[in-house]
């Protein structure tokens, strides 16, 4: 696959909207679907963020990505720790985790999703099943939702 996909990268008659990243997460090129994992993280990783355009760069070639939501997506939420600290570790789209900073944190109304801001500062969606496991932490009151994390109150802001 990853040959596969290279060699679909390497193709001179790769045009703008040719390469897109759907709202859901799947990678499409012209008309193919990336439906093998292994596929979609080397996509990922591909993945910067330039002058606010989204492109792969492959060897010396920028290739134009249109990208419907957010570039990175948070395939697991894993907390460690104890009652009195406990940190949370995302594990991203691209195969790499890192940890969640609770101050990016938002829910973004039209989509009724979470997301955050990676430490590359790439914005990234949470999956369902991240998104499930903060539920049983996730409060609202008037002032919109919150989390108690480590003793604190942590507020989720609607974007």
């Given at each position: 696959?990853?040959?596969?996909?290279l060699a679909l990268l390497d193709a001179?008659?790769?045009?703008p909207g040719d390469i897109r990243l759907d709202a859901k997460g799947l990678w499409h090129i012209k008309t193919e679907t990336v439906t093998d994992r292994t596929g979609a993280i080397l996509l990922s990783r591909l993945l910067v963020e330039s002058q606010g355009q989204y492109i792969l760069v492959v060897d010396e070639k920028k290739i134009p990505v249109t990208v419907e939501d957010a570039p990175l997506f948070i395939t697991e939420l894993r907390s460690r720790g104890t009652t009195n600290h406990e940190d949370f570790f995302l594990t991203l789209s691209n195969g790499t985790t890192e940890l969640l900073d609770f101050e990016t944190l938002y829910f973004n109304t039209a989509t009724r999703s979470l997301y955050c801001t990676t430490e590359n500062g790439m914005k990234a969606r949470f999956e369902m099943i991240p998104s499930i496991n903060f539920l049983d932490r996730l409060d609202e009151d008037d002032n919109g939702?919150?989390?108690?994390?480590?003793g604190e109150r942590k507020e989720i802001p609607r974007r």
């Open positions: 696959m990853k040959d596969k996909l001179d008659e790769l045009y939702f919150f989390l108690f994390i480590n």
